[in-house]
T-cell receptor, first 116, second 114 residues
Framework: GAVVSQHPSRVICKSGTSVKIECRSL??????MFWYRQFPKQSLMLMAT?????????EQGVEKDKFLINHASLTLSTLTVTSAHPEDSSFYIC????????????FGPGTRLLVL | AQSVTQLGSHVSVSEGALVLLRCNYS??????LFWYVQYPNQGLQLLLK??????LVKGINGFEAEFKKSETSFHLTKPSAHMSDAAEYFC????????????FGAGTRLFVKA
């Protein structure tokens, strides 16, 4: 089956630093990748949708200058949390899909971010 | 716009008992419907999906769900719960409303008692 990896799996950083999270589709080409944020005991909230080679589409309320998304190739998307603050601490999950209808999304294992 | 409501944030069953996790959706266009399972500190794994073919969908690990348009429901069932089924379950809806977007329900935590 399709596999999506994320790196790192967990990261601890100091307030004010930037953190980059990678999302890779290992055995397929992902035309679209999605970034989600999940708070403890809550559901996934879509942050942005990115298509290879174009700018990401951010959901309402998500600061695009805060959460930089790059989808430079069909197998890699990165999310950079700039000038991270404690309130950015969360579980970040990416997913990738392929095909015109994108009805199936393959999820990465998630990245736990803790900002001190 | 589409939305998903999962009834019951927590469900507890005994091992071997029937599992029933409820999901109701709202969508202005024919939707795709999904059930995902999430184990602690992991991503989501697709259990099954409905894409306008058979209304009774069978998934992995013995789970199945039935799409009922008249009730706008897509409840997840499993005849006999196993301890390894204990996890968080998410129902999701995806529809073409000018752009595909997946909306997740709040999730239901399934507890399985020995």
């Amino acid at each position: 089956g399709a596999v999506v990896s994320q790196h790192p799996s967990r990261v601890i950083c100091k307030s004010g630093t930037s953190v980059k999270i990678e999302c890779r589709s290992l055995d397929f080409q992902a035309t679209t990748m999605f970034w989600y944020r999940q708070f403890p005991k809550q559901s996934l909230m879509l942050m942005a949708t990115s298509n290879e080679g174009s700018k990401a589409t951010y959901e309402q309320g998500v600061e695009k200058d805060k959460f930089l998304i790059n989808h430079a190739s069909l197998t890699l998307s990165t999310l950079t949390v700039t000038s991270a603050h404690p309130e950015d601490s969360s579980f970040y999950i990416c997913s990738a899909s392929t095909g015109l209808l994108q009805e199936t999304q393959y999820f990465g294992p998630g990245t736990r971010l803790l900002v001190l | 716009a589409q939305s998903v409501t999962q009834l019951g944030s927590h469900v507890s069953v005994s091992e071997g008992a029937l599992v029933l996790l409820r999901c109701n959706y709202s969508s202005s266009v024919p939707p795709y419907l999904f059930w995902y399972v999430q184990y602690p500190n992991q991503g989501l794994q697709l259990l099954l999906k409905y894409t306008s073919a058979a209304t009774l969908v069978k998934g992995i690990n013995g789970f199945e769900a039935e799409f009922k348009k008249s009730e706008t429901s897509f409840h997840l069932t499993k005849p006999s719960a196993h301890m390894s089924d204990a996890a968080e379950y998410f129902c999701a809806v995806r529809a073409d409303t000018g752009g595909f977007k997946t909306i997740f329900g709040a999730g239901t935590r399934l507890f399985v008692k020995a």
